[in-house]
């Protein structure tokens, strides 16, 4: 039989390429893996949900998919907490970051934002969701950490990644020395490398956004949307038109498979829909890891700076030369 090689020797195998790196963040990616094997054991019995009895709930249609975002926030929080490498957390589904205050934690040197169940309105229609975390190396000293820890630029991210469940479960990351994905087998409970050295196909005639927004895009994204729709074989077009609303499922296929994803801002909401600090900038850093870009229209997601924790940015991602494409027809708009 073929050696198969799990998340955790992949982990080990590969920490010496992180610099300074001591084994507290493979410690670290680890406790993140385990967490994710227990969400997926959750989401795979969300239809149940109402017949095994959820804590808390009243049958109200939707209580259940709210209790597994919060059974994922605690699942991984606690992991972060337990494992002692993480000095602070920033959560989409906590308002104000979580300081680890423990004699351990105020050591630990990194900190994690995190998104712990993404696309949670697709769980009643069984329909895949992600998780994405990105992990940065604290700037302050050891004690308490705090908010300027995690709005640090994206190029300071010293691993991310996401976990998608799908029809199967897979975990995607990088520390920057190119992407790898490892499918989970349920049988054993190993997240094994299935997936090696990911890269963007060449060549994608993929285009993934809510065009239902399309009347309040910006003028530059309409005119990039109609040139998705031109038949122009030479070029792949049209594009096909792919959308799940579940932005880790809609990412995961396109750097698979080949193809752009766009959440860009509207008139009533010009940052968009998504989260800077724990959507968009790690789905960022794995695209350029996999020879992609990622912008918000026109800046470099990695380079933005954030304000808060909670900030939204338009968002494009995919292979480099779909990105630089919508981006000609923004050049001449202050709307992304
Ligand atoms: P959520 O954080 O409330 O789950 O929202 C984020 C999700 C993304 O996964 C997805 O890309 C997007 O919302 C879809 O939004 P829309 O329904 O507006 O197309
Ligand atoms: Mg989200």
């Known amino acids: 039989m073929k050696h198969l090689i799990t998340l955790t020797e992949f982990i080990i195998d590969r920490q ?3 610099k300074g790196a001591t084994g507290e963040l493979s410690r670290l990616l680890n406790d ?23 804590e ?38 906590n308002d104000e970051i ?10 630990a040197k990194y900190v994690v934002a995190i998104d712990p169940l993404d696309g949670s309105s697709n769980i009643e229609a069984n329909v895949s969701i992600g998780t994405v975390f990105s992990i940065y190396r604290r700037i302050t000293d050891n004690g308490l950490a705090n908010v300027s820890d ?17 029809s199967s479960t897979m975990l995607v990351y990088s520390t920057g020395h190119g992407v790898n994905g490892f499918t989970l087998d349920p049988s054993v409970g190993l997240f094994i490398l299935s997936h090696p050295d990911i890269r963007y196909p060449a060549a994608g005639n993929i285009y993934s956004v809510n065009e239902s927004n399309y009347i309040h895009f910006p003028e530059g994204v309409k005119e990039y949307i109609n040139y998705c729709h031109v038949d122009d074989p030479a070029t792949k077009r049209p ?53 992609g870009k990622a912008t918000d229209g026109k800046r470099r997601i990695l380079d933005i700076h954030p304000d808060s924790v909670h900030q939204r940015s338009p968002f494009y991602a995919g292979p480099s030369y779909m990105v630089e494409k919508v981006e000609t027809f923004l050049v001449n708009t202050s709307e992304t």
Do not use: W
């Not at 993140?32 to 959820?54: C, M, P, Q, S, T």
């Not at 994922?72 to 490498?85: S, V």
């Not at 991310?160 to 799908?166: D, E, W």
């Open 16 to 18: 010496v390429e992180v």
């Open 32 to 54: 993140i893996g385990i967490a994710a094997k227990f969400v997926n054991r959750e989401i795979n019995k969300a239809g149940l949900a109402d017949i095994l009895g959820y």
């Open 56 to 93: 808390g709930t009243d049958n109200v249609q939707g209580e259940a998919q709210k209790k597994l975002d919060v059974y994922a926030n605690n699942q991984f929080i606690n992991a972060l907490r337990a494992g002692g490498q993480c000095a602070a957390i920033a959560s989409e589904e």
């Open 98 to 107: 979580i300081i680890l205050d423990n004699p351990v934690s105020n050591k």
């Open 150 to 166: 995690l709005l640090q630029p994206g190029t300071k991210i010293v691993a991310a990644g996401y976990v998608i469940y799908g």
């Open 239 to 291: 594009y096909i038109t792919r959308y799940i609303g579940s932005m880790v499922a809609d990412i995961h296929r396109n750097l698979l498979l080949g193809g752009i994803f766009l959440y860009p801002g509207t008139k009533k909401n010009p940052k968009g829909k998504l989260r800077l600090l724990y959507e968009c900038k790690p789905i960022a850093f794995i695209a350029e890891q996999a020879g």
